[in-house]
């Protein structure tokens, strides 16, 4: 079935550094999201994005998080700076109408970031 | 807001057991109701949903109906095998707006042996 690809799978760096997690959505789709889930948690919506756009975002998404699709590439989660509590998996998913409309999100296997 | 109970955090069954994994939820508007799976290092896969009240939703020999009364999508299965094993995550989705994002339980983890 359509796949979803996140790079890098695992990435650890020091606090107060940028991060940059990729996403590869399936290709038709128009809607994406990031999602974040703490070890042994349920997983919490950050972001949602179509047309170049953020839709919304939840209380998760610090002023230290964005996102951005330039020219139909890659769909990025940038964190500038990190902080320990960022340590977490960041689930990218997309759709092709609004989640909610469909509830055929696609996830890709998560982004592990250890912030030490 | 909007929230999403599993009551269970793990369940071990062995093969052929009958399965329950309770789920409620909590919505201001008419939520859509979803089931996923998350086998180990994956991502999670929707399974099915259901619209509307007293609508099931199926796949892969689980089921869940839509009770409004009772606000709950309690996923059911007759006969669970080994290749089951795996995180189930409820979730509810509103249409309409910004409201574009589904909210997801904290999973239960089932766990199925020989």
Same mark, same amino acid.
């Given at each position: 079935g359509p796949k979803v690809l996140q790079i890098p799978s695992?990435?650890?760096i020091d606090m107060g550094q940028m991060v940059t997690l990729n996403c590869d959505p399936v290709s038709n789709h128009l809607y994406f999201y990031w999602y974040k889930q703490i070890l042994g948690q349920q997983m919490e919506f950050l972001v949602n994005f179509y047309n170049g756009k953020v839709m919304e975002k939840s209380k998760l998404f610090k002023d230290q998080f964005s996102v951005?699709?330039?020219?139909? *590439?890659?769909?990025? +989660?940038?964190?500038?700076?990190?902080?320990?509590?960022?340590?977490?998996?960041?689930?990218? #998913? *997309? *759709? +092709?109408?609004?989640? #909610?409309?469909?509830?055929q999100l696609y996830f890709g296997e998560g982004s592990k970031l250890t912030v030490l | 807001g909007d929230s999403v109970t599993q009551t269970e955090g793990q369940v071990a069954l062995s093969e052929e057991d009958f399965l329950t994994i309770h789920c409620n939820y909590s919505a201001s508007g008419y939520p859509a109701l979803f089931w996923y799976v998350? %086998?180990?290092?994956?991502?999670?896969?929707f399974l099915f949903r259901? =619209?509307? &009240?007293?609508e099931k939703g199926s @796949?892969?020999?689980f089921e869940a109906t839509y009770?409004?009364?009772?606000? =709950?999508?309690?996923?059911?299965?007759? =006969?669970?095998?080994? @290749? &089951? @094993?795996?995180? %189930? %995550?409820c979730a509810l989705g509103v249409s309409g707006g910004s409201n574009a994002k589904l909210t997801f339980g904290k999973g239960t983890k089932l766990s199925v042996k020989s």
């Amino acid at each position: 079935g359509p796949k979803v690809l996140q790079i890098p799978s695992h990435q650890i760096i020091d606090m107060g550094q940028m991060v940059t997690l990729n996403c590869d959505p399936v290709s038709n789709h128009l809607y994406f999201y990031w999602y974040k889930q703490i070890l042994g948690q349920q997983m919490e919506f950050l972001v949602n994005f179509y047309n170049g756009k953020v839709m919304e975002k939840s209380k998760l998404f610090k002023d230290q998080f964005s996102v951005e699709r330039p020219d139909g *590439s890659y769909f990025t +989660l940038k964190i500038q700076p990190t902080a320990l509590e960022d340590s977490a998996v960041y689930f990218c #998913a *997309s *759709s +092709l109408r609004t989640g #909610a409309d469909t509830g055929q999100l696609y996830f890709g296997e998560g982004s592990k970031l250890t912030v030490l | 807001g909007d929230s999403v109970t599993q009551t269970e955090g793990q369940v071990a069954l062995s093969e052929e057991d009958f399965l329950t994994i309770h789920c409620n939820y909590s919505a201001s508007g008419y939520p859509a109701l979803f089931w996923y799976v998350q %086998y180990p290092g994956e991502g999670p896969q929707f399974l099915f949903r259901a =619209s509307r &009240d007293k609508e099931k939703g199926s @796949s892969r020999g689980f089921e869940a109906t839509y009770n409004k009364e009772t606000t =709950s999508f309690h996923l059911q299965k007759a =006969s669970v095998q080994e @290749s &089951d @094993s795996a995180v %189930y %995550y409820c979730a509810l989705g509103v249409s309409g707006g910004s409201n574009a994002k589904l909210t997801f339980g904290k999973g239960t983890k089932l766990s199925v042996k020989s």
